[in-house]
């Protein structure tokens, strides 16, 4: 059987997702990050127009868009510590849970994210800069610019009003995270599955765990929402769901920026 690889985006929550379920399986895999923009035309080559944006998984001689459909493939291929529930009425809860979280903490945490980040030029410029081949790292202030018009039309981050917009359904989200937690420690069964997973994935880029895959200091827009938010039972869970489950495994070789 082939290695597998992970086409993904090192920012992205839904990358963050999967690398987070191959990581916890230790399935070892090569990982790939094309240049933010372009890596909507690798995924486009590698799902032969099924799928515009990553991740995107290559397990033996498919390509797998979308990151619910991946854990999927994932879960059937790598049984080993399991992330569905094996009660068909919890999995199915799972899954559920899985998809909301997808649909309605992922994009608003990412606009407001970005949106902040927008404030604050020089980190905006560094953290862009990361993103490219080793070779055009020096050249900040360019990928600071396309990174901003890229993420100003891909996610809408200009605005004010759709930022904070974006903000309350982020706030909705963690106040639903909140709920379905209850009393317990896991949103399932009693214990970390496929919903964990996703929803703490997805919150990562305003709590910012130091096991997750941004190391910055928050913009101001983004100190001050986690400084409101910090002491909610939400955001604890968030890190220590990341402390406890998301140490690295050494499982993936060193990450490259190339296109397919």
Avoid at 115 to 139: C, I, K, T, V, Y
Avoid at 171 to 189: D, F, M
């Amino acid at each position: 059987m082939s290695r597998p690889i992970l086409w993904h985006l090192p920012l992205s929550p839904y990358s963050e997702k999967v690398r987070w379920a191959l990581d916890y399986k230790g399935v070892e895999h090569d990982r790939r990050a094309p240049v933010a923009g372009y890596h909507m035309a690798a995924a486009l080559v590698l799902t032969r127009g099924r799928h515009w944006t990553l991740p995107v998984m290559r397990l033996g001689r498919h390509n797998i868009g979308d990151s619910t459909a991946i854990l999927t493939a994932l879960e059937d291929r790598y049984p080993e510590r399991p992330l569905y529930p094996a009660d068909s009425g919890e999995r199915r809860r799972a899954l559920e849970l899985e998809d909301w979280f997808d649909e309605h903490a992922g994009p608003p945490v990412r606009r407001f994210a970005f949106h902040a980040l927008r404030e604050d030029r020089e980190q905006f410029d560094e953290l862009a800069s990361r993103q490219l081949p080793g070779p055009l790292r020096r050249h900040r202030r360019l990928a600071g610019a396309y990174g901003r018009a890229f993420t100003g039309v891909r996610f809408q981050t200009v605005s004010d009003s759709r930022a904070h917009a974006a903000l309350e359904s982020l706030l909705a989200a963690l106040e639903r995270l909140e709920s379905e937690l209850g009393a317990g420690e896991y949103l399932v069964g009693g214990r970390l599955t496929v919903a964990d997973i996703t929803a703490a994935a997805m919150f990562y880029p305003l709590v910012l765990p130091p096991e997750g895959p941004l190391a910055i200091d928050p913009p101001p827009a983004v100190a001050e929402v986690r400084d409101s938010v910090a002491n909610r039972r939400g955001y604890q869970w968030v890190l220590e769901m990341f402390a406890r489950h998301r140490r690295a495994r050494d499982v993936a070789r060193e990450e490259t920026t190339s296109i397919p």
